[in-house]
């Protein structure tokens, strides 16, 4: 539509040849252009849309015959090996099995390259190897034992490394003294473990997170000055050795550190179970339910929230004590560095790196800082550095090491995707995507979309040719752009309308606007006063077309 | 050894570990962080003093004054790196607390490449000079670490009480989300009690330096003695830190005095935790008022 074709028409009243035209009897006018071009417009999908959507990866395996499902079962309970779920292919109509939770399969793949390590590795590193394979192995015992106590639990203890200390020198102090087997030392340990755990139990109960972990730094610190200055732990030398050890000196070296690697792995598997145990089962569960800040709702709904936490510290502390002794009767004796800040240090380091809270952090950070702390041993110092730098990495960009990487990358894409969505949504009458699926009534959101499309289309038939003709005549026959606009402000809503207030019996009049609500009074809209009644309807009109324009 | 002996020796540790447990309080209670690099900070404010007394001068004013800067640079330097990254981060306590945990791991190992593992000494700040007062012999030391960290508490105090940043620092301890929604940065906030509090774990570093030698890992045990006393007084409590330290000062003397020097810790412990079985949130805590974050 270009402006001189608009100009040059002019509509004629086809009633006044009959003579009963009301109205004008001709007006220059603008052509009607064709609705559907902004239709097109309007409805095209202007999105940049990529084909692949999101979804799970799952493995799909082909079946063996025709069942879709199978009855292997972990001996002697009645859960079924993995999660897996049969059904038949869209496509082809083929059964298969879908694995619904890989975790077990990772976790088997992972232990399984642990427990075959010591044949692949190469031959000139064997021996540090072999021994960072078993510290690995306590180290990471100890501290899934402490992610249950602190993700599973969620006492933040810092004396973990304590109770572990404390057993390891009272066993081989034990065994030294009065010659007791090491196949008791872990088992004195777990006592050791248990009068140890009850007794920093009693201010868990009482303090929260953060005081118990100013408290046990503390306590950590006290064990450490109290045996390194006592006389029968000796002070002397750096640590307490010569208990009764499961690793006979008359093997060869290779034998020994073979039996002290495997020895270690079975105690991190035992470790696993534990962890399963307690926080896969009841325990756990009830304990998932209390998370913290909302212990009151939980209590509330009959959870005893304190005694399950301080059941699994307890049994903790008896597993932690257990692998004290453990510890001294693998490496005949314990040294007075477990008791350092240091080793809290790396221990947080630990878990931090990793994730709290998840057995599989625990592990790989373990894997991770006892790598570069036993196996890189020339790099002096900077490992420790190296160790600070990756804690505090981890601790400032993830917001759960290195397990919550996932989960925070997927919130992240969440975010970032609504806010591209909601740049791109076009507004203006139509509801938001976010805002459609609030709405149950579909018709709503249809209707908003058509009144859109209108509100475009008149937009561009509101031109000064109907408004002069609307001016000079605003009642009877119009052209047929004024009769769109005029058609389509008499369907409006009736709080989007307005009415003329006469004043006085002869005029001056008012425009008010209706309320919409029953029983409130229409409101004034201006203080401006029409003298006549057309000029009136013209006022109405003009605001009218104000209020198209605006929207 | 009588009683005003044990009693001016508890006050002098009281001193020294009370500078720590306010700045460790303080630091709680405004911005929310469990600040574990206070170890971190001290030693770095040693060896400041230490490198200004070794290359540029002896003046004992000057020395100090270094440190008690050192040690502001410090506590600057750990709330960049930890508290204006993560202080809007979900699990802020948590991670923060780790956080200032592996930079007193990476400081002390950078201490140790950097200075070596022998210990260094400062020199001596106030002279030769005794006095004798109720009977007992107090050494300039003593009387010089007393008055300068009596001194810098009240100052610290009086500055919190009057000035336009204390008032900030104490509308934060109240409320900090309603604190910043008046206007009150948070961040510019944490660097003023960070150089605060970390000017206070300098003059500590200083004081103590008097008695003992600088090492890379010298931090732990103030670190540890002050975080006890800040718990036994009641986190975010500057006159419970006061009495906390008074307390355990007392009794770190008379078990010195009366079981031995290897039981200090044991009964501090024992003390600590009977006071908080009682009362979980410190001696001046107030269970209600206290910050929950």
Redesign the interface.
């Known amino acids: 539509m270009s402006g001189s074709k608009q100009n040059d028409y002019v509509w004629f009243n086809p009633l006044t040849v009959w003579g009963t035209a009301t109205g004008n009897e001709k007006a220059p006018s603008i052509c009607v252009p064709d609705p559907q071009h902004v239709w097109d417009e309007s409805r095209g999908y202007k999105v940049p849309t990529s084909k692949v959507g999101r979804f799970k990866h799952y493995i799909i395996w082909p079946n063996h015959g025709g069942r879709t499902w199978n009855r292997l079962r972990w001996w002697p309970t009645r859960r079924n090996l993995l999660h897996i779920k049969g059904q038949y292919n869209r496509r082809t109509l083929a059964a298969e099995k879908k694995i619904m939770d890989r975790r077990p399969v990772y976790w088997a793949l992972c232990l399984l390259i642990i427990a075959l390590g010591p044949f692949f590795f190469p031959a000139s590193m064997m021996n540090t190897l072999m021994t960072a394979g078993a510290i690995f192995g306590i180290f990471a015992a100890i501290n899934v034992c402490w992610t249950l106590v602190i993700g599973t639990a969620s006492i ?1 203890s810092l004396a973990t490394y304590a109770v572990v200390g404390t057993a390891g020198f009272i066993t081989s102090w034990l065994s030294i003294q009065y010659g007791v087997p090491w196949y008791l030392l872990p088992i004195i340990g777990s006592g050791v473990g248990l009068l140890f755990g009850a007794a920093i139990a ?2 868990a109960l ?6 118990y ?3 046990t ?3 950590n ?2 064990c450490r ?2 045996f390194t ?2 006389q029968e732990f000796g002070a002397s030398s750096g640590g307490l050795y010569g208990a009764s050890t499961f690793v006979n000196d008359n093997w060869e070296p290779m034998t020994q550190s073979m039996v002290a690697y495997y020895a270690s792995f079975g105690l991190l598997v035992a470790a696993l179970f534990l962890f399963r145990l307690i926080n896969g089962k009841r325990l756990g569960r009830i304990l998932r339910m209390a998370p913290e800040k909302r212990e009151a709702f939980a209590a509330a709904c009959g959870v005893d929230y304190k005694r399950a936490r301080v059941t699994i510290f307890i049994v903790t502390s008896i597993a932690l004590g257990f692998i004290g002794g453990f510890y001294s009767a693998q490496y005949r004796g314990i040294a007075f560095s477990i008791f350092g ?2 080793t809290v ?2 221990g ?2 630990m878990l ?1 790196i990793g994730g ?1 809270g998840k057995a599989e952090g625990a592990i790989l950070g373990t894997l991770i800082v006892v790598f570069l702390d036993q196996v890189l041993l020339e790099l ?3 490992r ?2 190296m ?3 990756l ?2 990495s981890a ?2 960009f993830l ?2 090491g290195y397990f919550g990487i996932k989960q925070q990358f997927n919130a992240w894409r969440d975010k970032k995707r609504g806010e591209w969505r909601s740049s791109r949504s076009e507004k203006g009458g139509e509801a938001l995507p976010e805002e459609a699926t609030e709405i149950a009534d579909k018709d709503e959101l249809f209707f908003r979309r058509f009144d859109k499309l209108q509100r475009d289309y008149l937009k561009g038939l509101v031109t000064p040719e109907i408004i002069d003709e609307h001016k000079t005549q605003p009642l009877g026959q119009h052209s047929e752009a004024l009769e769109r606009v005029l058609l389509y402000f008499r369907r409006a809503r009736m709080e989007d309308k307005y009415a003329l207030h006469r004043a006085g019996p002869e005029g001056p009049y008012k425009i008010i606007a209706f309320s919409g609500q029953r029983g409130v009074s229409p409101r004034l809209v201006d203080d401006r006063e029409y003298g006549t009644l057309d000029e009136a309807y013209h006022g109405v009109f003009m605001r009218r077309i104000h209020d198209l324009m605006e929207s | 050894m009588d009683l005003t002996f044990v009693v001016t020796n508890a006050i002098i540790v009281a001193c020294i570990y009370g500078l720590i447990a306010v700045a460790v309080s303080i630091t709680w209670s405004s911005l929310g962080l469990i600040n574990l690099a206070y170890g971190f900070i001290f030693t770095f404010a040693g060896y400041g003093a230490w490198m200004v007394a070794e290359y540029l001068t002896e003046n004992p004013f000057l020395v100090a004054a270094s440190g008690i800067v050192a040690g502001a640079l410090g506590g600057v330097i750990v709330c960049l790196t930890v508290f204006i990254p993560l202080h809007d981060k979900p699990n802020f306590t948590t991670r923060g607390m780790i956080a200032t945990l592996a930079i007193s791991l990476i400081g002390s190992q950078a201490f140790l490449i950097y200075f070596g593992p022998r210990p260094k000494a400062l020199p001596e700040f106030f002279g030769y000079w005794r006095i004798e007062f109720l009977g007992t012999t107090l050494t300039s030391d003593k009387i010089g670490i007393v008055f300068c960290s009596i001194l810098m508490l009240l100052v610290v105090v009086f500055w919190m009480r009057g000035s336009r940043r204390g008032l900030e620092i104490r509308a934060m301890m109240m409320n900090p989300q309603a604190a910043s929604i008046v206007g009150i940065g948070i961040r510019s906030t944490g660097i003023y009690v960070m150089a605060v509090t970390g000017a206070m774990a300098g003059l500590a570093a200083i004081l103590l330096s008097q008695t003992y030698y600088l090492s890379p890992f010298g931090g732990v045990v103030p670190l540890i003695k002050g975080v006890s006393i800040a718990l036994l007084g009641g986190l975010g409590s500057v006159q419970g830190a006061v009495i906390a330290a008074i307390l355990l000062g007392l009794v770190e003397a008379l078990t010195n005095k009366f079981l031995g020097g290897q039981y200090v810790l044991m009964t501090q412990f024992l003390v600590i935790i009977a006071v908080l079985i009682v009362r979980p949130r410190g001696i001046s805590g107030l269970l209600d008022k206290a910050r929950e974050q």
């Open positions: 933040f009693i201010p009482r303090l929260d997170g953060f005081y972990a100013l408290l730094l503390g306590l610190e006290l000055v109290f200055t006592s800040f240091e240090l790396l947080l380091a931090a709290i002096g110092p900077i420790n550095i160790i600070g730098v804690m505090l601790v400032l917001n759960n």
